[in-house]
């Protein structure tokens, strides 16, 4: 059988949405267009994809098997139009990075120095982004990198992805203050009792249930705010452990280490980007400044240990 990818797209399209007038306006087809399209494509597979009323219309059994596999078609076809535009044209003249709240700004700051370096007339763009709402962005194309959290992304349809490494973290209070002098055997029952700060990137990841202790919770989208919210006294907060690296925040935060937490609570880091020659070059760059900001985080912890 040789389907065309207008029906594919028909297909996906129309079970996603639930709805063929909905589907039409996506597609920019008349609703009784993209009718006639799905009606072909039953014709050619022999079984019926969608039960029609009057005012629904629900996929069969057998459009929820196809319609991975359809969806998967579809999305291939995606990236090598993507692809093959890249071929055709020349360089970038601006890329935008997404990442998740809490990655440490002198990451990002290693990452557009290095940018500097290799591309001097590159503009860049960082904005901050849900893994999902970088999926998205990347595939229509607002944003050509993203710095993901949780798990790799290896596995979806159509992206490149790197593996960086995995974040800590640790539970922070400020210094010197009762939460910090509280012996190791104790501290696990303070975290549960005393106001928790929660950044919104780790619930949005799927984090919640790994990273809640306390009922009284507060959720707070910015690194940088629950950081100034925690050195006031105002909670303790899950934050990464790398900002041990920072002498601003040594100087007012310390992390807990309890009896019940053997080490911190680690997630994997990934570079993702959708596959195209144009960001080939770009990506070795924010690589080797990943690189060269892990290394020096290392030789950091590495003297602070033997102090």
């Not at 009718?35 to 996929?59: H, Y």
């Not at 969806?71 to 890329?95: C, I, N, P």
């Not at 780790?202 to 925690?230: C, N, P």
């Amino acid at each position: 059988m040789n389907f065309s990818i207008e029906q594919l797209q028909a297909f996906v399209t129309v079970y996603e949405l639930r709805s063929l007038s909905k589907a039409g306006i996506k597609l920019n087809r008349h609703r009784t267009t993209v009718g006639q399209v799905i009606s072909n494509l039953e014709d050619m597979v022999a079984v019926q994809l969608f039960e029609r009323t009057s005012r629904s219309i629900e996929p069969t059994e057998e459009a929820h098997v196809l319609y991975y596999y359809a969806k998967q078609s579809v999305e291939q076809t995606r990236v090598f139009d993507k692809v093959a535009m890249s071929l055709a044209y020349g360089g970038l003249e601006e890329v935008t990075i997404a990442y998740p709240s809490f990655i440490p700004h002198n990451l990002l700051f290693f990452i557009r120095a290095q940018l500097g370096k290799d591309f001097p007339m590159l503009r860049a763009n960082f904005v901050v982004r849900s893994n999902k709402a970088a999926e998205e962005g990347m595939h229509e194309g607002d944003i050509h990198f993203s710095l993901m959290l949780g798990h790799s992304r290896s596995g979806i349809q159509g992206f490149d992805s790197v593996f960086i490494g995995h974040m800590e973290f640790l539970p922070f209070v400020r210094k010197g203050s009762p939460m910090s002098q509280v012996p190791p055997n104790e501290v696990f029952g303070e975290l549960k009792t005393n106001r928790q700060l929660l950044l919104r990137s780790l619930v949005e990841e799927g984090f919640k249930d790994k990273v809640v202790y306390s009922a009284d919770v507060e959720e707070y989208d910015q690194l940088a705010l629950v950081i100034k919210m925690v050195k006031e006294g105002i909670g303790w907060a899950w934050l990464p452990k790398v900002l041990n690296e920072s002498e601003f925040v040594t100087d007012s935060l310390e992390p807990l280490i309890f009896d019940e937490l053997k080490s911190g609570m680690k997630c994997s880091i990934s570079l993702v980007s959708l596959p195209s020659k144009q960001v080939l070059d770009v990506k070795k760059s924010i690589v080797v400044a990943i690189d060269e900001y892990v290394a020096r985080y290392r030789r950091l912890q590495d003297t602070s240990n033997q102090l």
